[in-house]
């Protein structure tokens, strides 16, 4: 529950907690079925009461930071460093207060410095938020002379004319001499008169629909797609099956989630909202805690969530809890805090349940990855946990019911009851969130449009996806993973047989860490013993294996599909079921021409039609002849992964120095 680190005031809290608690109250904290009982126990308990009540939300504003931000803004700018001191003025405009004139002046310096950088869009869209937040009035021309000169830069003539005369008009309520009005008047003029440059207009790129959309989505569970199917075992649990042969390539899952969370060294890189890469900061004009890329973003996060956690996440930053206890948070505030506590016995229900089909939960047999209802109904964690760990986790759940009490959540009019019921949501959410989240990554390379050896994927955050978390997990999976914004789109990247498991890799893949280390993993973080194929025969990493030849070929794969010996110098093999397999008849040469063309398009040319082609071709040779694992079959498995994040992924381009 605590970040790696082990700062932050909630590692002591608890300690000094436990020490005060009686073995009984231990017992009763780690045992009663009743959570929210056990929410009321913490709650109501003396030392706990007093240290939460005096809890006092933290926005972060700052208008002496933010003044002297600015200035140092302005010394960078005067030489000339407007990359420098953009980030400045971005500061600036985080810390100040929005109903104080600073936050204005921030939003206009900001703009003058995007625009000498050409960022004419962001800078217009700066001006207004400037105008918007009250700037001075004797100041207001400069903001209509940059902003047509802006329009200017665009290309925009007309618009910027008409900029130019409100910008004249509202000279007569500056305080300028006689003589520098009528400098600014000629200097339009000469504006106006000086041909502009051709800026070059830079294109968004899309995302080929192929490998972000279902085909045709499953009607009960809307984020799957239709050729897969949710059944139970009482020994695997809950797992999804193949209804039907699914073809290489094919969009399995395209969800969105329930909740997430940005990393706290990425909150001023990456939007809180949707999870994109923020060019120019806007920041929440409540917190410090939440950066976004667009005026849009930020207004839709406030309107979804946000306006209920505002003031929260610093606290939880400071608190040293790790991501857990964001996803919580997001969880409950997604949701409608008046819904939430007039149908808490539907959501107590959610939670209690354990369907074998989830969709069976709703009236309309549709389940819904961002309903937190569904985010209730998955696979809890606590009955692994030892005493301790439990009492912990209560704590941290009211805790953070308290923080929301506190905040607008609570501003509906919250009882005791229902903030202890607040408190029991939480921590069925921070229960299920260790075993289901998914990390929401980012492609860090060092080239666009194809892939690169140095490329590595780097975390930007967590992800609950219920739906996502219906599938088993496999060191050997058949469906590669990828994230644009916090959107998960998962692949096959190889064909599934009907009725075979489809199976995720919960970032434990057998080419990349030993079957040792994984299964310590599985075992310690996931509570399960994998026993995929590469685990049960130790397959070797993926830097170990050799290009398939026919001199060192030691197994083939019998056409009965036995995996057969053979000796050095041998040029039959005999299976056991009588069949003699001449080893000259496979064809190499077939093979690695095949994974040559794999990598020139699904990695190069980023043809994923052609590239799909070739990767069908070359797993149905690599799997009639060679018994896994070989080179050649984890080249085709992980060609599709590699397009997937080119093509579609959040990416960085990083100089490599």
């Known amino acids: 529950m605590f970040t790696p680190e082990g700062l932050g005031f909630m590692p002591p809290l608890f300690l000094s907690f436990l020490e005060q608690l009686s073995e009984d109250e231990k017992t009763f904290l780690s045992t009663e079925k009743d959570r929210v009982q056990r929410i009321q126990t913490v709650l109501q308990h003396p030392f706990i009461m007093e240290k939460f009540n005096s809890i006092q939300l933290l926005s972060g504003k700052n208008t002496e930071k933010s003044v002297q931000l600015r200035e140092e803004g302005n010394g960078l700018f005067g030489l000339g460093k407007f990359t420098q001191a953009l980030h400045r003025y971005t500061s600036a405009v985080a810390f100040a207060p929005v109903d104080k004139v600073d936050y204005s002046l921030a939003l206009a310096n900001r703009s003058a410095c995007l625009q000498k950088l050409g960022e004419f869009e962001r800078s217009i869209e700066d001006v207004r938020m400037a105008e918007e937040a009250g700037y001075p009035t004797d100041k207001l021309y400069k903001l209509k002379e940059r902003r047509a000169q802006c329009l200017l830069g665009l290309g925009e003539r007309k618009m910027a004319m008409k900029e130019f005369d409100s910008a004249e008009e509202l000279l007569e309520k500056s305080t300028l001499s006689k003589e520098s009005k009528s400098k600014f008047k000629a200097n339009i003029k000469n504006q106006l008169n000086t041909p502009m440059e051709a800026r070059e207009v830079s294109v968004q790129s899309t995302i080929p629909s192929e490998i972000t959309d279902i085909e045709n989505p499953h009607p009960n569970y809307p984020g799957m797609s239709k050729l897969a199917a949710v059944t139970y075992t009482p020994k695997r649990g809950r797992y999804v099956v193949a209804t039907e042969d699914i073809p290489v390539g094919t969009v399995i899952l395209s969800e969105h989630p329930l909740a997430w969370n940005v990393e706290p060294d990425r909150i001023s890189t990456t ?249 310590r993993i599985t075992s310690r973080f996931y509570k399960f013993s994998c026993g995929c194929a590469p685990c049960k025969e130790s397959w070797p990493l993926s830097d170990l294996l050799v290009k398939t030849t026919l001199s060192d070929l030691k197994w083939v794969r019998c056409e009965c599909g036995s995996r057969v010996g053979r000796k050095a110098g041998d040029t039959t093999v005999k299976c056991g079921c009588g069949k003699v397999n001449h080893v000259a008849d496979i064809p190499v040469d077939r093979i690695q021409r095949l994974v040559d063309e794999v990598n020139v398009y699904m990695c190069t040319k980023l043809d994923w039609t052609k590239g799909l082609g070739c990767i069908e071709e070359l797993q149905t040779i690599v799997g009639r002849y060679l018994p896994t694992p070989t080179l050649e079959y984890f080249l085709a498995n992980i060609s599709v992964w590699r397009s997937l994040w080119i093509q579609g992924g959040n990416k960085k381009v990083v100089k490599i120095l």
């Open 271 to 519: 939007c809180n909202f949707c999870m994109h890469p923020i060019r120019i900061l806007i920041p929440c004009t409540g917190c410090i805690s939440a950066g976004y890329c667009s005026t849009t973003c930020r207004d839709q996060a406030w309107n979804e969530h946000h306006r209920l956690e505002c003031g929260t996440l610093a606290i939880v930053f400071a608190s040293g809890l790790n991501s857990f206890s964001f996803l919580a948070i997001r969880a409950v505030c997604r949701s409608n805090p008046k819904e939430l506590f007039e149908n808490k016995s539907e959501f107590i229900k959610a939670s209690e349940n354990f369907s074998y089909q989830p969709c069976e939960d709703y009236t309309d047999r549709i389940y819904r990855g961002g309903d937190l209802k569904a985010g209730l109904s998955l696979q809890k964690e606590s009955q692994f946990l030892d005493r301790d760990d439990i009492i912990l986790r209560v704590l941290v759940a009211a805790f953070l019911a308290k923080l929301l009490e506190k905040s607008k959540f609570g501003e509906i009019g919250m009882d005791n009851d229902d903030l202890n019921f607040l408190g029991s949501v939480l921590f069925e959410i921070l229960d299920v969130s260790p075993q289901n989240s998914h990390e929401i990554g980012l492609l860090q390379t060092p080239t666009k449009d194809k892939w690169s050896t140095l490329a590595e994927i780097k975390n930007l955050g967590g992800g609950l996806y219920p739906t996502a978390s219906l599938f088993n997990h496999s060191c050997d999976p058949n469906i590669m993973r990828y994230n644009s914004g916090h959107l998960m789109v998962s692949v096959t990247c190889r064909k599934i047989k009907k009725g075979d498991e489809i199976c995720d890799c919960y970032g434990l893949p057998w080419y990349a860490k030993p079957a040792e280390q994984r299964q």
